[in-house]
Nanobody
Framework: QVHLVESGGGSVQAGGSLRLSCAAS????????MGWFRQAPGKEREEVAA???????RYADSVKGRFGISQDSAKDTLYLQMTSLKPEDTAMYFC????????????????WGQGTQVTVSS
């Protein structure tokens, strides 16, 4: 089993920065892939970024060049560094984990945190 707890959300002005954190515990095999998702009211949930066991990353086109996903050396904390924030980045952000079988991260993540709210104002 995996337990995920997000923190670091808040309210910022457009153009500002935030760093989200996700504390991960439990079976390491079940969190070889880690990812950030977001969902705004009335919109579909979307994958923001993901990182595999060997450090390979992928990003949504909407955040590429602005957001960075990373992990600490022990792989027990996941980060999302967000810069140049826009009002359209406003959403509930979720940390998630999945098994990494060696070729990369799946699109389907099995474990989820409770989420942390990010609000970007003009």
């Amino acid at each position: 089993q995996v337990h995920l707890v997000e923190s670091g959300g808040g309210s910022v002005q457009a153009g500002g920065s935030l760093r989200l954190s996700c504390a991960a515990s439990g079976d390491r095999y079940s969190r070889g892939c880690m990812g950030w998702f977001r969902q705004a009211p009335g919109k579909e949930r979307e994958e923001v970024a993901a990182i595999s066991r060997n450090g390979r990353t992928r990003y949504a086109d909407s955040v590429k060049g602005r957001f960075g996903i990373s992990q600490d050396s022990a792989k027990d904390t996941l980060y999302l560094q967000m810069t140049s924030l826009k009002p359209e980045d406003t959403a509930m952000y979720f940390c998630a984990s999945a098994v990494d079988l060696g070729w990369g991260c799946p699109r389907n993540f099995g474990y989820w945190g409770q989420g942390t709210q990010v609000t970007v104002s003009s």
